[in-house]
């Protein structure tokens, strides 16, 4: 019997960072189903997906551990699955504008109002080609629950893109 854990990762980024904590996965029996790994501000940061036999999974645990101490934090939680909800429209978010404090947390929160839930988020900012101005993009994929359509999340995300300053879109996913 397997169980399934997802973990995150961060520690200053060297090469051998990934082969460090797939070898220590691997010597318990482990295997990688899924990741998201990025440098980010001159750290290694990460979330993973494994499965690990049971009967191992407090030894890899103590392994993960013992990571610490070469400078990779790597945290543990059980993946406690939720079923899968149906009747739920997948759609893409897209926002930029001149950066500011404050996108993300207005953004969230009409999402929020709204009940959809984030799937994944990639933010970054740029400097625009003609200006130089810091400009700030942010990409998600987000589901829609019965209650709310792409049309009335689009309507509730443009009421706030002029008070940021930011443009605004809302899409179908192209697999949903």
Known sequence: MNTLLVMTVIGADRPGLVGRLS??????????????????GGQFAGILRIQVPVEQEQKLLAGL????????????????????????????????????????????????????????????????????????HAAAMVHLPESCTLGQLRHALELIAADLMVDVAVMPARNS
């Not at 996965?25 to 189903?33: K, M, P, T, V």
């Not at 997948?90 to 709204?114: F, M, N, T, Y």
């Open 65 to 136: 551990r013992g990571l610490e101490a070469e400078g990779l934090s790597v945290r543990a939680h059980k993946d406690h699955a939720l079923p899968i909800m149906t009747a739920r429209t997948l759609a893409k978010v897209e926002v930029v504008g001149q950066d500011r404090p404050g996108i993300v947390r207005r953004i969230s929160q009409v999402l929020a109002q709204q009940q959809v839930n984030v799937e994944e988020l990639v933010t970054h900012c740029e400097s625009a080609p003609m200006s130089g101005e810091k400009m700030f």
């Open 23 to 40: 070898s220590v996965i691997a010597e318990h029996g482990g295997n990688w189903l899924e990741s998201r790994m990025e440098h980010l």
